[in-house]
Nanobody, 124 residues
Framework: QVQLVESGGGLVQAGDSLRISCAAT????????MAWFRRTPGKEREFVAR????????EYEDSVKGRFTISRDNAKNMVYLEMNSLKPEDTAVYYC?????????????????WGQGTQVTVSS
């Protein structure tokens, strides 16, 4: 059974950059489509970005397009989210997730395995 562990969150200032990581253990990630979601208090989990098994297909939520980049290294069993030009509204707990669907998915209920999350706080 695969387990996901996020890391790299922290407190940054608006305009800064941050890269968060997701490490998988127990199974190779290369067979799975992956995504990042985020959640702020009182809100539902929100799709941020997804990446296909090979890394050749990606999709982003509108508010992060052009600022965030999702990538993966299947040899290292890692998924990354590079976040640039961070804004206070990006403040959230960020979660890495895995889906068993072979088709692209952005709904959180389509994802089967989740990490524990990493807090990203952007101060103004």
């Amino acid at each position: 059974q695969v387990q996901l562990v996020e890391s790299g969150g922290g407190l940054v200032q608006a305009g800064d950059s941050l890269r968060i990581s997701c490490a998988a253990t127990g199974r190779s990630l290369s067979s799975y489509n992956m995504a990042w979601f985020r959640r702020t208090p009182g809100k539902e989990r929100e799709f941020v970005a997804r990446i296909s098994r090979s890394g050749g297909d990606t999709e982003y939520e509108d508010s992060v397009k052009g600022r965030f980049t999702i990538s993966r290294d299947n040899a290292k069993n890692m998924v990354y989210l590079e976040m640039n030009s961070l804004k206070p509204e990006d403040t959230a707990v960020y979660y890495c997730a895995l889906t068993l669907y072979y088709t692209p998915q952005t709904a959180p209920e389509k994802y089967d395995t989740w990490g524990q999350g990493t807090q990203v706080t952007v101060s103004s």
